[in-house]
C-alpha cells in the first residue's frame, strides 16, 4: 500500500520531452492520501501535467473519508468504483520516493522506497471528473498497487505500480487495449529499486521538512542478503 509520498522537485522534461504544464509539480517531503498532488494524462491529444485530488471520488461518492487512495491491479475490471477509469482515463503521479513502515518489535520503522540512482518514478493511476462539494479540486486519481517484488516484500506486500517513461505514452491512450495495459502492471524490476530508513518524523503527515526523507541509514537494495 501507498500511504505516503516523497515529491522533491523532478526534472520531468528529460522522461517526457512534450509534457505540457497546466501548472507547476506540487512537492512536498511527506504527501498524504487525501491531498492535491500532481499527475500526468493525455487530453486533447497532449501529454498534460495538472493537480488532482489523491482519492478517487465517483459522481456518487457522498463521504470523502470513503474515496479509496489506492487500487489493486488484479480487481480493476471487476469492480464498479474502478473499471471505467482503468478503461479510459489512465495517469502517472510522478514521485520521489515512496515511504512504508517495517514492523519491529516496539514500532514500525519507516523506510523510503526510491530509485538506486535516486530518479523520478511514475506510478500508474486512474482519474476520475466529475462536478463535486467533497473537494475543490474536480479531478480526483487512485494509485495503483501490485504485489512488491521479493527483495522489497519484507518492507510492504504492496507497492505502487511503476510505469517505465518508454511505456508513458501507451499506458495513457485510452486506444490501447486493456491486456497491452493491464500487462504493464507489474512489479519493479529488482535492480530499479533501493530502500533507506529515515525518520520516524515521518509518522506525522504534518511534518514537512526535508528531514522527513533524509536516510538515517544505508541503502538497501536486490543484491543485499537481506531488508
Not at 500526468?40 to 501529454?47: A, C, D, K, P
Not at 516496539?106 to 523506510?111: A, I, S
Request: glycine share 4%.
Amino acid at each position: 500500500m501507498a500511504g505516503r509520498l516523497f515529491i522533491p522537485t523532478l526534472d520531468l522534461a528529460r522522461l517526457l520531452p512534450d509534457l505540457c504544464h497546466d501548472a507547476p509539480l506540487i512537492t512536498a517531503a511527506n504527501l498524504s492520501p487525501r491531498r492535491p498532488v500532481s499527475q500526468i494524462r493525455l487530453e486533447g491529444g497532449s501529454v498534460r501535467l495538472s493537480p488532482v485530488f489523491w482519492g478517487l471520488t465517483p459522481p456518487w461518492l457522498t463521504v470523502l473519508d470513503h474515496a479509496p487512495h489506492c487500487a489493486r491491479a488484479e480487481s480493476l475490471e471487476s469492480r464498479y468504483m474502478f473499471r471505467e477509469a482503468f478503461a479510459a482515463r489512465r495517469c502517472l503521479v510522478p514521485v520521489g520516493g515512496i515511504y512504508v513502515w517495517k514492523p519491529q518489535p516496539r514500532f514500525k520503522q519507516p523506510f523510503l522506497i526510491t530509485r538506486v540512482d535516486r530518479g523520478p518514478l511514475l506510478l500508474a493511476g486512474v482519474w476520475c471528473r466529475y462536478h463535486t462539494s467533497l473537494s475543490e479540486h474536480a479531478d480526483s486519481m487512485a494509485l495503483i498497487t501490485v504485489a512488491a517484488s521479493d527483495p522489497l516484500a519484507p518492507l510492504s506486500d504492496r507497492l505502487p505500480a511503476i510505469i517505465d517513461a518508454d511505456d508513458a505514452a501507451c499506458w495513457l491512450d485510452p486506444q490501447t487495449p486493456l491486456p497491452t495495459a493491464k500487462a504493464l502492471l507489474r512489479p519493479a524490476p529488482r535492480e530499479l529499486l533501493g530502500a533507506f530508513p529515515v525518520s520516524r518524523r515521518v509518522n506525522d503527515p504534518k511534518n514537512q521538512d526535508p528531514a522527513c526523507a533524509h536516510p538515517t541509514g544505508p541503502m538497501l537494495r536486490w543484491s543485499d542478503q537481506e531488508i
